[in-house]
């Protein structure tokens, strides 16, 4: 008789010894077979300017870019957790089913060297004592002795200034964590605390916000800025992300990010009112054309639509930055796509491109709001995204004031860079300063272009070239 598997399974000793058999292929499942099995890599991060944010094309940052890449690599999906904290990134990362990893801007240390395993580094950053700039200038620790000095509680840095303390029992210093590093440029920026302990990479990215900080000596030497892992002997994981950055860091693709994060400088500070009163005469009659068809079209005054163009790119058709926006009015590739335009670095496609879509996120902001402070809105919108305006709008009308105003809500769009206040809102951090910038500087060429076409008679229909008499430069309103 054949003996049946049912009857097989009966038997009490088989049944212990399938399950033992069982239990031992489930221990040998490694971790990366795990997430692999799950299909989804789950990575905890900040939510800081550095590391993971929101901006107008969506989520962005390069701890962010670096993860996604990752998990594309494995074929998984991603999903991103913002810890508060780093206390609380860490006590998450080692709990049970916690994260897989986390990408958070963490610098490699020996007391963190305890509690995770850090991968190969992908970026050295240096820990930089900051103060105000026309401050007394500290050169070195002594000079912070009784200083207001602050650090981001549970930071590298903090370790270090607690071992400094050792041999400068004079040194005090606050930490907090309801502050981010960008709130502690702020406080520096504005004479709320004499100094502040941050790293390179940190005060790259928002010394645009900040332009008070400056640099007063660096603490130590480079150090490493690594992912973690938590502890477990098994190395599947570890050695998947170890693969991978060798492998970005071989191909350029990490250089490029990190280009992409630190390596611009602020366009804003760089233009200047002789630049723009030059770019008037020498870029702006190639252009002017297309600009009055669009405006034509879109029922949009075309010297805003030349306002906006030059603050995108400076007038420069063939103008691209690091983040893959291109053209006079600097198209994202999805946005190009969403108004129809198939060549980016076509002068005629970008403006008819770029009026549609301003026309597009006019229309998707409350008709309540009048103008012209709906077409502020709608530019701070093309910025920074409907989302984080909105969430500035709700943070105006919470503290009383008018959130249909631009006037009031400029004042709380910058609050979307203080943890105290993003943390609050839907759409969590963004560069809050950036829209206000943008429409601020708008309206400002839109004024200058306006000023500058009134003399004439429109229905004579001449070209800017015409209108900028020699002189008429020197002539511009103060301020401008
Ligand atoms: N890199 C720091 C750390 O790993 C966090 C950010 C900072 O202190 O600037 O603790």
New binding site residues.
């Given amino acids: 008789m054949h003996p049946t598997p049912a009857r097989k399974l009966h038997s009490p000793a088989l049944a212990v010894a399938l399950c033992a058999a069982l239990l031992t292929a489930c221990e040998k499942s490694t971790q990366l077979e795990d997430i692999r099995e799950a299909g989804e890599l789950r990575v905890i991060t900040?939510n800081?300017p550095?590391t993971f944010y929101q901006d107008r094309n969506g989520d962005t940052g390069l701890e962010y870019e670096l993860a996604k890449r990752f998990a594309e690599s494995l074929n998984l999906d991603l999903q991103m957790q913002s810890a508060d904290t780093?206390e609380s990134l860490y006590q998450q990362l080692g709990s049970n089913n916690g994260p897989d990893l986390a990408a958070?801007?963490?610098?490699?240390?020996a007391q963190?060297q305890d509690q995770v395993r850090f991968a190969s580094p992908y970026l050295q950053?240096t820990?930089q004592v900051v103060y105000r700039r026309g401050d007394k200038k500290p050169r070195s620790i002594e000079d912070l002795y009784g200083q207001r000095l602050m650090?981001?509680k549970?930071?590298?840095?903090?370790?270090e200034l607690r071992a400094l303390q050792a041999v400068h029992p004079e040194l005090t210093f606050t930490e907090s964590d309801s502050f981010e590093?960008v709130d502690l440029l702020r406080l520096v920026n504005d004479n709320e605390i004499d100094a502040a302990?941050?790293?390179s990479n940190?005060l790259v990215v928002n010394r645009a916000f900040y332009p008070a900080v400056s640099v007063a000596f660096d603490l130590g030497a480079e150090?490493p800025?690594a992912w973690a892992l938590q502890q477990r002997p098994d190395s599947t994981l570890l050695d998947a992300v170890n693969a991978f950055f060798a492998e970005i860091k071989a191909d350029g693709t990490l250089d490029q990010l990190i280009e992409r994060f630190y390596g611009h400088s602020d366009v804003l500070d760089y233009v200047g009112a002789r630049a723009f009163a030059e770019h008037m005469q020498s870029r702006l009659p190639r252009y002017e054309t297309f600009l009055r068809q669009a405006g034509d079209q879109y029922a949009l005054d075309w010297r805003l639509l030349a306002a906006m163009a030059y603050q995108e790119s400076l007038w420069d058709e063939t103008a691209r930055s690091a983040t893959g926006v291109r053209g006079l009015m600097m198209l994202t590739l999805p946005t190009a796509k969403f108004v129809g335009v198939t060549n980016r670095v076509d002068p005629q496609q970008s403006i008819m491109g770029g009026a549609r879509y301003l026309v597009w996120v006019r229309d998707q902001i409350s008709a309540d709001i009048p103008e012209p402070d709906r077409t502020w809105f709608a530019l701070a919108a093309y910025n920074v995204g409907l989302g984080h305006l909105e969430d500035a709008r709700k943070l105006t009308e919470k503290a009383g004031r008018d959130p249909n105003r631009w006037i009031d809500v400029k004042d709380f769009l910058p609050l979307l860079q203080k943890k105290q206040w993003y943390t609050q809102t839907r759409y969590g951090y963004a560069r809050g300063s950036e829209p206000v910038h943008y429409v601020q500087n708008i309206r400002r060429y839109h004024d200058i272009l306006q000023w500058v076409t009134q003399p004439q008679s429109e229905s004579r229909q001449q070209s800017t070239e015409q209108y900028l008499a020699p002189g008429i430069l020197e002539q511009l309103p103060e301020g401008i």
């Fill in positions: 900040r800081t550095t780093l958070a801007g963490l610098t490699v240390n963190r950053v820990p650090v981001l549970g930071s590298t840095l903090a370790d590093v302990v941050v790293y940190e150090q800025m």
